[in-house]
């Protein structure tokens, strides 16, 4: 971080982490913001899953048969994890077992429209562009950290 802020300046940035990674940080981040996700609670994803309708009716079936299932569904990730796997199982495993191999985003169209609204990239009809040739090169120049898979 401290190499881009010296070649862009001050930049927006946001950094993502779950609370016991970031509490073991050697150096702590000193940062203006902080958001902390809690845990969902059952009526939360009760709701959820009923207004989502039909799409989501395997969810709720699931849900009333299954006690473990209640606490995998805590955190938003893994309820929307849940709901694409009963929307379109194939292409939610795909996605799903490329990101956890660090290969892709798990959500395209979310990690391009961040990208978007942050200034790295712009619209332009239907695609995105880099908003600069430099921040295309740079990202394309680094070795990219496949294979390895993500903490569960």
């Known amino acids: 971080m401290a190499s881009t802020r010296q070649q862009h300046g001050l930049i927006p940035l946001v950094v993502c982490r779950r609370v016991i990674d ?20 059952r009526p939360q994803v009760e709701n959820y899953s009923t207004k989502a309708g039909k799409p989501l009716e395997g969810v709720r079936i699931t849900l009333d ?8 569904l805590k955190t938003p990730l893994m309820l929307d994890v849940a709901a694409l796997t009963y929307q379109n199982p194939t292409a939610f495993v795909l996605r799903f077992l490329l990101w956890r191999y660090n290969y892709a985003p798990l959500n395209y169209v979310h990690f391009l429209d961040y990208a978007a609204e942050r200034l790295f990239l712009r619209k332009v009809g239907g695609g995105y562009i880099f908003i600069h040739r430099m921040l295309l090169e740079y990202f394309a120049s680094r070795e990219p950290e496949v294979g390895k898979a993500r903490p569960s």
């Open 22 to 41: 970031y509490e073991e940080l050697e150096v702590a981040l000193h940062l203006p913001k902080a958001i902390y996700i809690h845990p969902l609670s």
């Open 65 to 72: 048969n299954d006690s473990t299932l209640w606490e995998l």
